[in-house]
């Protein structure tokens, strides 16, 4: 659904631009909430912060344009 949605001309380019922009900047820096080192746990924080952005850009999207794209 999230790839329809960023594909989707209604949904607000500040949605679908600064969302992913953050993430992959998030991803680029050095700096982690839990260092990469640390076994698992270093790249879970990575796989959260992404599925909680996607989590956000759904929550972001225009109610019933999630809903549509849900029924169908």
Same mark, same amino acid.
Do not use: C, H, N
């Given at each position: 659904?999230?790839?329809?949605l960023?594909? *989707? =001309?209604?949904?607000?380019?500040?949605?679908?631009?600064?969302?992913p922009?953050?993430?992959?900047?998030?991803?680029?820096l =050095?700096?982690?909430?839990? =260092?990469?080192?640390?076994p698992?746990?270093?790249?879970?924080? *990575?796989?959260?912060?992404?599925?909680?952005a996607?989590?956000?850009?759904? *929550?972001?999207? =225009?109610k019933?344009?999630?809903?549509f794209?849900?029924?169908?």
């Amino acid at each position: 659904m999230a790839y329809k949605l960023f594909r *989707d =001309p209604r949904v607000s380019k500040v949605t679908k631009f600064a969302i992913p922009g953050l993430v992959a900047a998030y991803m680029l820096l =050095p700096i982690d909430l839990l =260092p990469d080192f640390v076994p698992l746990l270093g790249q879970l924080d *990575d796989l959260a912060i992404i599925a909680l952005a996607l989590k956000f850009f759904i *929550d972001m999207s =225009p109610k019933w344009l999630v809903e549509f794209y849900r029924m169908s």
